[in-house]
């Protein structure tokens, strides 16, 4: 495949190479606003923490999927409440220490999902 064009706009990497080492089930309307992998006087990049920022909703979907994805999932660390609008989930990588490392030091093509994605093709 011949790349021919460069994506110039930012986008959240974090969202895009550890959100889906998440294993969560894709298809769903539920996704983090945001993600980050620090967050100020919390977390650190060493935590191996990765923060993901979600819109509260009061449909049915949502609050299956945060009662039983989100608040279930192996990997949750903490959840708060910010207000009614906003819930931050923190899920904790600290077993997936090399793919954490290839991330923050921008090895991403040595990721276990970057390799995986290559199979694929």
Do not use: A
Request: net charge positive.
């Amino acid at each position: 495949m011949v790349i021919q064009t460069i994506y110039g706009k930012y986008f959240q990497k974090s969202k895009i190479f550890l959100y889906p080492l998440l294993d969560i089930k894709r298809g769903t309307s539920v996704v983090p606003s945001e993600t980050y992998v620090s967050w100020t006087n919390t977390y650190t990049t060493e935590d191996m923490k990765l923060v993901c920022v979600y819109k509260n909703r009061t449909d049915s979907e949502y609050l299956n999927f945060e009662k039983q994805v989100l608040l279930k999932h192996n990997r949750i660390s903490n959840y708060i409440k910010i207000d009614s609008e906003i819930t931050v989930f923190i899920f904790d990588f600290s077993d997936l220490k090399n793919d954490w490392t290839y991330f923050i030091t921008g090895k991403y093509s040595r990721m276990r999902l970057f390799l995986y994605l290559i199979f694929l093709i």
